[in-house]
């Protein structure tokens, strides 16, 4: 969490430092600053409680030139969100500034040393303690601020992504990464750009170097930019360009990123898709995973790990995998299984789903399947993500960027991506027949344009939500493949609409859940066309018979379902495993709905992050 960027050049920094804040306002948004070096040196601090809007229009009167800068804006850990806590955080002789992405976990310990040598904190971060340290390092071992930065990190336990500038040389930046994102966009003019990730930097450079883990970059004012590691080992920077166009980081029209990311799904699909699947060839082909091949062959487990909706898509990757490649599957949330020393087999594969490839969790679950000897495979949709770095192979969704909180595009272009591996792994394996293969690799091809279908039904979503904005609870349900769509449409309307919501498989809702129903519960069910239909039609009765409303997503031409419920979305036929792809859509457009008749901030929901790099 949490959002850094830098500029150093000719240019003034200010602008560019606000517009990058901007576009990563979605890490984080309880405070934002900035920090600049005028060319008169003077260090100017502004930062505030709130978005960067509000930082920006509270020093409209201020001179916020410079053409060195650094700027913020915060998911807070360590001190409640206020003017005080708000980054960038000054060292004791207020000549170093510095921000910050990650914790400390040994602060509290640092601080008491420096408190000794008679340091005074004026905020309750865990930030504020490592300037200090850099700044009692520097002094007192007379280092210039590379090699002071290098010094306090050897010290530091935990996390961090931060830059670090100072009055007296107002010609340098120095940033160091270790757990959290950072890339340096290397400008024409001699210029830097720092950035959490590239979306800030694509205006102005497609020239990247995605700094390492425990490397520490000194960027000069038309200088080469130096790379040494905590060591003190020179690393040469390896330059990469960017394939992010601007356009997918804007809104294109759309009043919030959430919808024109759901909107974006037969696109997003389509890439997913793109180049894996040809159902003329009966072929899959996933160029990421061909050398591991021969262990999923041999696996006799897939553990799927992810947090959040990359759980959801990993517990659909469940029935697919057991289904169709018939591998027996555990789903694991990420943040559980890194804690509870879990039994594994070098023959175990272990798939990590993440959208942003930084989640903390997961990031350290994948550490622990790899010292117990397991193979990881990624399903990332940031490129050149930590953890798709950290696994041992794998393949992007290519759903482009995913800027508002609530996942939708990633989502279903996981399931694309797991679908396209299950398949693929079922046909290795002969654990599947030709003619299903075939089938489901020509339904695969139709999914994009019956999800433009599903989209059209968004007058009718509209109308819906207008009847239940109100609600206090609602209840998912789902049965067999459609229970982690339940899970996933509960999560969405919790997270951007703040009305509790629970999801459940449809048969449980019997052993508590039902307890809750009556005539004010919206009960929404996912009851299309597959091995549960008649089953789910019964919990239907069950609900109807408690006077609870139903909204049914239902496949196209059903009348049974019709005659029972309050509401009815119809999706298009298709094949049950491929189902998820179709029925999540409505429950993404019905939460957003919701959302935005209820005036919530739908691309930055309360409390969220977009990306959890803190466990
Ligand atoms: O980037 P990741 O996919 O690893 O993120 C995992 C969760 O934090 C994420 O899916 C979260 O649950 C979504 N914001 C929910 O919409």
Redesign the pocket.
């Known amino acids: 969490m949490c959002g850094i960027v830098g500029y150093i050049g000719d240019r003034e920094a200010f602008p560019i430092l606000i517009k990058g804040l901007q576009r990563l306002e979605y890490r984080g948004y309880d405070s934002a600053g900035v920090a600049l070096i005028s060319d008169a040196s003077e260090l100017q601090i502004y930062k505030k409680k709130g978005k960067v809007s509000e930082l920006m229009a509270a020093t409209t009167s201020q001179n916020r030139s410079g053409r060195i800068g650094i700027g913020h804006t915060r998911w807070a850990t360590h001190g409640e969100p206020n003017d005080i806590n708000s980054h960038p955080h000054s060292s004791q002789n207020k000549n170093l500034v510095i921000i910050h992405n990650g914790i400390i976990e040994n602060y509290a310990a640092l601080k008491s040393g420096l408190s000794k040598r008679g340091h005074t904190f004026i905020s309750d971060t865990d930030t504020e303690v490592l300037i200090h340290l850099i700044e009692d390092i520097k002094e007192h071992e007379g280092l210039k601020l590379g090699h002071a930065v290098q010094a306090a990190l050897r010290q530091v336990v935990g996390a961090y992504a931060i830059v670090v500038m100072d009055k007296e040389d107002p010609e340098t930046l120095v940033a160091a990464k270790k757990g959290s994102p950072m890339v340096i966009g290397i400008g024409s003019t001699g210029d830097f750009f720092i950035a959490s990730d590239a979306s800030p930097i694509v205006e102005y450079t497609k020239n990247v170097v995605y700094l390492e883990d425990e490397q520490v970059a000194v960027l000069r004012k038309g200088k080469a930019l130096k790379i040494r590691n905590l060591k003190d080992k020179e690393i040469t920077p390896y330059v990469q360009k960017l394939t992010i166009e601007l356009e997918a980081i804007e809104k294109g029209g759309y009043d919030h990123f959430m919808l024109k990311e759901i909107y974006e799904q037969p696109r997003s699909i389509k890439d997913s898709m793109r180049g894996r699947l040809i159902a003329d060839e009966a072929k899959v082909q996933l160029g990421g995973i061909v050398d591991y091949e021969a262990h999923f062959k041999q696996a006799k487990r897939i553990i799927i790990i992810?947090?959040?909706?990359?759980?959801?898509a990993g517990l659909v990757g469940e029935y697919l995998f057991e289904e169709l490649a018939r591998i027996p599957v555990e789903v694991e949330y990420a943040s559980e299984f890194r804690y509870r020393n879990p039994i594994l087999f070098s023959d175990d594969i272990v798939i990590a789903?993440?959208?942003?490839?930084?989640?903390a969790d997961?990031l350290a679950a994948i550490e622990l399947a790899k010292q117990k000897g397991a193979k990881i495979i990624g399903i990332c949709?940031?490129v050149g993500s930590s953890?798709a770095r950290a696994s041992h192979a794998g393949s992007y969704t290519h759903a482009g960027p995913e800027i508002g909180?609530?996942?939708?595009k990633?989502?279903t272009a996981?399931v694309t991506v797991l679908t396209l591996m299950a398949l693929h792994i079922a046909r290795l394996k002969a654990g599947i027949s030709d003619s299903r293969y075939r089938q489901m690799l020509y339904e695969m091809e139709t999914i994009p344009a019956k999800v433009e279908a599903v989209l059209k039904t968004s007058p009718s979503i509209k109308d819906i939500a207008s009847t239940y904005k109100d609600v206090k609870n609602a209840l998912y349900l789902g049965r067999g493949i459609t229970f982690p769509v339940a899970l996933e449409g509960a999560?969405?309307l919790k997270?951007i609409s703040y009305i509790h919501a629970e999801g459940y498989p449809a048969a449980e809702m019997k052993h508590g859940p039902i307890a809750l129903i009556d005539e004010d519960m919206p009960v929404v069910v996912i009851a299309t066309k597959g091995a549960n239909y008649e089953k789910v039609l019964s919990n239907i009765q069950e609900v109807k018979a408690r006077k609870g409303k139903i909204i049914a997503v239902v496949t196209e031409g059903d009348t049974e379902v019709k005659s029972m419920a309050d509401h009815c979305i119809e999706i298009p036929e298709t094949d049950e495993y491929l189902s998820p792809l179709l029925s999540v859509i409505p429950l993404q457009l019905l939460s957003y709905e919701i959302a935005v008749m209820r005036g919530c901030n739908v691309d930055q929901p309360r409390n969220?992050a977009?990306?959890?790099t803190v466990e």
């Open positions: 992810g947090c959040g909706t990359s759980w959801h789903v993440s959208q942003s490839g930084e989640t997961t949709n940031v953890i909180v609530a996942s939708t990633a989502f996981q999560l969405k997270e969220l977009k990306s959890v």
